[in-house]
């Protein structure tokens, strides 16, 4: 038995690079150069050493070039997508959004953080929380609110609801467990067959990392060499359970069997942004799939059905809001670098709750769908069949 125990820990693999986690605080960045007096023009900072991890590959660089704009826009977004999500809360509590609703307050940093390394030709497809990617992706506010209040003014026109809104780079949040993550890799397979030097960012939950369909849609596009990026929103918790409990190996960057991976620190903004950049650079040059794990934080519970506190303590809740909120880790960044100051961002502040309150009481003004909209949007418009069939042969429906 002790020659048993020998070969078993011989046979472990090292993994003296986990030695360490990955730094989740959000505001561990420094300053390296000066800041400029022009808004536009580039300095550096440099990240945590603690920021990634790698697996099979380098780390991305930890010297960052911002702008004092790059930065603005960023807490922009990211304290717009906050109010977004806040409405949202608000609104379901006050049974105007019925159904299922899973929020991202707490998680921006990885929405902004994806958006703000990619372009507007690269495609993005994820589950539950799509809200702020929506929005980022060409969407509007009022389009997303509507959508949740079911009305006509909605992305889908009050017909599909909270995991059902697209624009034409980003193909919806989806409802199905891991689902999205195979039609990701077929989306990526479709740019390289049109050899469009884009890439496809597939995004799925911890919860989700054990589905069988994710570990074949790896295979499928580490054997293609697709130039699609996996992306793990590592928020600790899977529904009502930690990680720890559903995963044996909860190093989800490292499971990709022979596709390289990052781990991210999924607080920091700056960190994300510069994973994001170098995991789109990685598959466009054409080296073929990448995983990346943010580590980051969600807020609330799962849904809004969840309060998020049966498994977790409100200690634990309140110590990732007052520590490592990614928001109040970038304000940190702006204000210690001179970027703007606290009135400044009080003013954007202020900016993004009055665009927020003023698209929720557009998307209310909105009606509902009528009964006739239940025929329509079915197919791809200019796609249409001459007719659809119904259950009965009265309910068959003609296109005019």
């Known amino acids: 038995m002790a020659t048993l ?8 693999p090292r993994l003296s690079i986990f030695s360490r986690g990955v730094q989740t605080s959000a505001d561990t960045t420094r300053l390296t150069s000066g800041t400029p007096e022009d808004s536009s023009e580039p300095f550096q900072v440099t990240l945590h050493e603690d920021s990634f991890h790698s697996y099979k590959c380098d780390t991305p660089s930890l010297d960052v070039s911002v702008t004092k704009d790059s930065l603005l826009d960023m807490y922009r977004q990211m304290q717009t997508m906050r109010r977004m999500e806040m409405a949202a809360d608000a609104l379901y509590k006050a049974k105007l959004i019925r159904g299922f609703c899973h929020l991202a307050i707490g998680q921006e940093a990885v929405s902004v953080g994806i958006e703000s390394g990619i372009t507007p030709e690269d495609r993005v497809i994820t589950a539950y929380r799509c809200h702020p990617f929506a929005v980022l992706r060409g969407g ?52 390289k067959y049109l050899e469009r030097k884009t890439a496809t960012f597939a995004l799925y939950g911890d919860g989700a990392s054990n589905q069988g369909q994710v570990f074949e849609a790896f295979n499928m596009a580490k054997l293609w060499d697709l130039p699609c990026v996996f992306v793990c929103e590592n928020n600790k ?85 007052s520590t490592q909120d990614p928001i109040r880790g970038l304000q940190r960044y702006i204000e210690e670098w001179g970027v703007a100051s606290e009135e400044d961002l009080k003013a954007i502040d202020k900016q993004a709750k009055q665009e927020v309150d003023r698209a929720v009481e557009e998307a209310k003004e909105s009606p509902e769908p009528e009964v006739k909209d239940l025929w329509t949007d079915i197919y791809y418009k200019g796609t249409e069949p001459p007719f659809m069939r119904g259950r009965e042969r009265e309910e068959v429906r003609l296109h005019y």
């Open 237 to 321: 918790y899977g529904m009502g359970t930690s990680a720890e409990r559903s995963s044996s190996n909860t190093k989800y960057f490292t499971r990709g069997d022979q596709i390289p991976g990052i781990q991210v620190n999924g607080m920091d903004i700056l960190a994300s942004h510069q994973a994001v950049k170098f995991a789109r650079e990685w598959v466009v040059e054409g080296k073929g799939p990448l995983l990346l794990e943010f580590v980051t934080y969600r807020y609330g519970g799962h849904s809004m059905s969840d309060p998020g506190t049966t498994y977790r303590t409100r200690e634990e809740i309140q110590r990732m809001r």
């Open 5 to 12: 125990r020998c070969l078993r820990r011989s046979a472990l």
């Open 140 to 191: 509007t506010i009022k389009g997303v609110i509507a959508e949740l209040l079911g009305r006509q003014a909605g992305m889908s026109h009050g017909k599909g609801g909270s995991m059902h809104i697209f624009t034409p780079s980003f193909f919806g949040g989806n409802g199905i467990v891991g689902a999205q993550v195979p039609v990701g890799a077929g989306i990526a397979f479709a740019q």
